[in-house]
């Protein structure tokens, strides 16, 4: 039963993943928006655009030619954010401090369709994109220099999406980034002292008070975390414990492929616009190690509030204090629900 204490006045949540708090604010829901208003774009794209430097055939900025792809269509990134050949060093001046940091970095184009997002193709199709997901994971985690790897997507301009082709990116890289570093103490915490996955346990209580669940499968749940920040925030999360995305057979590809649609078409339907959002994979590191506390996931941090031209800005209180949302995860999640 909901505890509509949670829903009135405000408190804080605790996300078990990271092992901080969000502020929960739900009475400013009520208040009257007078803030930032913007059109809504109607642009139509092409399926195909000569001037995009992701269609298939086009030349990319460093000269490159890109294949006729029909599918999907992975390359090292042109303006990569880790070098692979950077030399090792490290500055410790009293309280300055600096390490070297090497890793490689790959684009992955979803589709030749321009025109497409992930909302838009064919669950098919994007099982073809978990296969190109799990391949490279495999190569770059078996490089002895990478410990780490991150897949993610950027999209929309607001999310700071250079190209609209629908395409996302792959960082890897030779240690932990933070939230990593976070998730894979609070996991590895739980997991000693009970044996068992921080988040399969937490995924079996939500199926049981079935709050929060937006949509499930036989293979995967697509909820709104109870700590969620974002205004729709939402995880898609494997039922079975899984360290990463290796261990998913095909046919459990197939059901995250449909998981991935679901949560991206209802966003789309939420206020009837292409909806921007910044999603990433987080699973164990490829360090050598076991890692048998690891139960990976997938996160979706969508940026809109309560329509396509009002948006959630993490300003103020946020940057100085801590996270902070006014509609409920249990109203987001009930919101997204009725759209299926």
Known sequence: MENTNLQDYSHKRFNILTGEWVLVSPH???????????EISSEKR??????????????RINGEINPDYKDVFVFTNDFAALQ????????????????????ICKVIC??????????????????????????????????ENINYVQIFENKGAVMGCSNPHPHGQIWSQSTLPNEVDKKNHQQKEYFTKNNSSLLGDYLQQELAVNERIIFQNDDFVVLI??????????????????????????????????????????YDKLFHTSFPYSSGIHQAPTNGEENKHWHWHMSFYPPLLRSATIKKFMVGYEMFGSPQRDITAEVAAKKLRELL
């Open 46 to 59: 092409p399926a195909y655009d000569e001037t995009c430097y992701l269609c298939a055939t086009n030349t």
């Open 110 to 143: 979803f589709s030749p369709d321009h025109s497409k997002s992930l909302a838009q193709m064919e669950v098919e199709d994007i099982k073809k994109v978990v296969h190109a997901w799990q391949r490279e994971f495999k190569d770059l985690g078996a490089n």
């Open 225 to 266: 975390p109870f700590w969620a920040i974002w205004p729709f925030e939402a995880m898609i999360a494997p039922k079975k414990a899984q360290k990463d995305i290796l261990e998913l057979s095909d046919v459990e590809a197939k059901n995250f492929a449909e998981a991935i649609a679901i949560i991206t078409q209802l």
């Open 84 to 103: 692979k050949d950077s030399p090792s060093f490290s500055v410790n001046d009293g309280l300055l401090k600096a390490q070297s940091e090497t890793g």
């Open 28 to 38: 400013r829901a009520k208040r009257p928006w007078q803030g930032q208003n913007e």
